[in-house]
DNA sequence: ATTAGTATTAGCACTTGGTACTAATACCAA
DNA sequence: TTGGTATTAGTACCAAGTGCTAATACTAAT
């Protein structure tokens, strides 16, 4: 049962991701080739030993405990036009989404929202008072989700503003959202 | 400079429980003593060594990511009932508000609030499908969240699961939400 | 001070799961 | 047949240990 070095190759990267914690003995005994074999597949494939991987997955939990996003905005701001409109671009990589299926986690759309609304609001500072969102469509790993947000009323007398937030993937529409939110100045202008 | 053996002990218990990726050598000089006594203590004291230390942080941070929910979840879990009920604490820390103000981002409170909706629902994979979330009370660092999320009722044919979910701090609500959610029974592309 | 008992240090052989390197052999293709 | 890649084998070496024996040091009690 020979397979090709190529096939061989990518077998053992499946393996190993799918369990780090095996030998280069057991992969050898598995592939039916010699442990030698196996080291020089893992040097091409720039996979480290046994004990660096397994402390990779034991740093990564030590590291921090990592949840999620820490930045001031989800998303990277690409226009804004204060007051009025703003746009901003997410890359939904592996740690966004359930390792089960590919989905993107629907907070991670939402606090991309949620920033976007509260930078487009030009105040001191923004609060996200109600929202109703719907998440139209799945979005996985490796979409680029844009997302566009629009003032679309004011309500001075109760330091309100309202923005409609529209999030999309190639041009189809995922997420959408009513945000109606907060501000503690007053409107300047 | 020389403390007893005891108080060595006790501290080194300490020092590994810390950082588990420290060697023996290092705790040698750090406690300057030899490195046989650092074995002889950690022999004492049932503490393994520093591979099956990394070892046991890695196998404990595979099986969670492997075994799933929980660890997607935003908040620690403190109760659940499956398909009925579900509670959890969320500590709110400095990385979780605004500078300005110390007020908790919106996205953190839902992120709470949605990962426990998905987790209470008794199925292979939750979706959110839309959510009416209002934030009743600023949150700021150092509060302690505490949610709870209720099934209100279910559409079996069309696949979907209310959720009410409620956050509080110090028995005053400060988030409420509703969560539509689609559940997938089995396959899905 | 002597003696017992614990504590500490030292040294050596051996273990795992490797790296780094060299050399030999096998296989496949023009 | 020649060449190039692929595979296997073997050696020396490493880190961070275990397991064991033996020597020394430090107290504390008689």
């Known amino acids: ?22 030998t280069d003995e057991q ?15 893992r040097m091409e494939l720039a996979i480290p030993e046994l004990r660096e991987r ?3 997955v034991a740093a990564k939990n030590y590291d921090e405990v990592k949840s999620l996003p820490l930045d001031e905005v989800i998303g990277e701001i690409i226009d804004i036009e204060l007051d009025n409109r703003a746009l901003s671009i997410f ?8 390792q089960r299926n590919g989905i993107a986690r629907g907070h991670h759309l939402f606090a991309q929202a ?5 930078a487009v609001i030009n105040d001191e500072l923004a609060l996200t008072a109600k ?13 680029r989700v844009v ?16 923005i409609e937030v529209t999030s999309t993937v190639d041009n189809e529409v995922v997420f ?12 300047e202008k």
Not at 147 to 162: D, H, M, S, W
């Open 1 to 22: 049962m020979k397979r090709s070095k190529k096939e061989r190759q990518s077998l053992l990267t499946e393996k190993i991701t799918d369990n780090p914690f095996v």
């Open 27 to 41: 992969l050898a005994a598995e592939f039916n080739v010699s442990v030698q074999t196996i080291r020089l597949d």
């Open 54 to 56: 397994i402390k990779d």
């Open 91 to 98: 890359d939904v990589s592996s740690e966004h989404v359930f």
């Open 114 to 118: 949620n920033s976007l609304a509260v």
């Open 131 to 143: 929202s109703n969102v719907a998440f139209v469509k799945p979005v996985r790993a490796g979409d």
């Open 147 to 162: 997302t566009k947000a629009i003032v679309t009323g004011k309500l001075p007398e109760k330091n309100r503003t309202f």
């Open 176 to 187: 959408k959202g009513d945000f109606e939110m907060y501000r503690t100045k007053g409107e």
